[in-house]
């Protein structure tokens, strides 16, 4: 099975706190993707990585940035936590084989910041 | 631009009765369309998914969906609901970006609800 691995469930963080949400894949898949999840407005992609060291944004990239210096491995950055980056942080890969690739997803990291 | 719209934000249903949750798509192109389910503080599932091979698609738990052109519909149905379907379910369409990378456009969710 596709495993995709988030660091931490919850965390909490101060305002202006730079902030790392680490995401670990074990499927060699090229692809990952970073999204946030809020009531009412579905997934809205952050970030997402079809490389090693290759990043483009998404839909809302303010306020965030990413790294990604292994294949398995994808984090992702705020570098000033402030109270409306608190949402449900969600982490997913597939492989780049086509258009009816599925993306395999982690836990979600729910983040508070105070 | 591809889009999903979910028409229901919430939908509840009582157990042993029919479950229908509405998806509405629009792409410039044969989508390639999937529905997730999550349940509460759970990551995201696959259910299903359309790649053109068949307009009805057959899924996880008794779920399955009629992709319809003319309609550019892909609702989700199941004959009868069980307690344990109570989640959250996503209409996805595939966005291509670039060689073969997708993205995958999320709808808004619906929270199925499933009473005794």
């Known amino acids: 099975d596709v495993k995709v691995t988030q660091s931490s469930r919850y965390l909490v963080k101060r305002t202006g706190e730079k902030v790392f949400l680490e995401c670990v894949q074990d499927m060699d898949h090229e692809n990952m993707f970073w999204y946030r999840q809020d009531p009412g407005l579905g997934l809205r992609l952050i970030y997402f990585s079809y490389d090693v060291k290759m990043k483009e944004k998404g839909d809302i990239p303010e306020g965030y940035s990413v790294s990604r210096e292994k294949k398995e491995r994808f984090s992702l950055i705020l570098e000033s936590a402030s109270t409306n980056q608190t949402s449900m942080y969600l982490c997913?890969?597939?492989?780049?084989?086509?258009?009816?690739?599925?993306?395999?997803f982690g836990q979600g990291t729910r983040l508070t910041v105070v | 631009a591809q889009s999903v719209t979910q028409l229901d934000s919430h939908v509840s249903v009582s157990e042993g009765t029919p479950v229908l949750l509405r998806c509405n798509y629009s792409s410039s192109y044969s989508p390639s369309l999937f529905w997730y389910v999550q349940h509460p503080n759970k990551g995201l599932q696959l259910l299903l998914k359309y790649t053109s091979a068949a307009t009805l698609v057959k899924g996880i738990n008794g779920f399955e969906a009629e992709f319809k052109k003319s309609e550019t519909s892909f609702h989700l149905t199941k004959p009868s609901a069980h307690m344990s379907d109570a989640a959250e379910y996503f209409c996805?369409?595939?966005?291509?970006?670039?060689?073969?990378?997708?993205?995958?456009?999320f709808g808004t969710g619906t929270l199925l609800a499933v009473q005794p």
């Open positions: 996805v369409v595939t966005l291509r970006y670039g060689g073969a990378t997708n993205k995958l456009i």
């Open positions: 997913a890969s597939s492989l780049s084989t086509g258009m009816n690739t599925e993306a395999f």
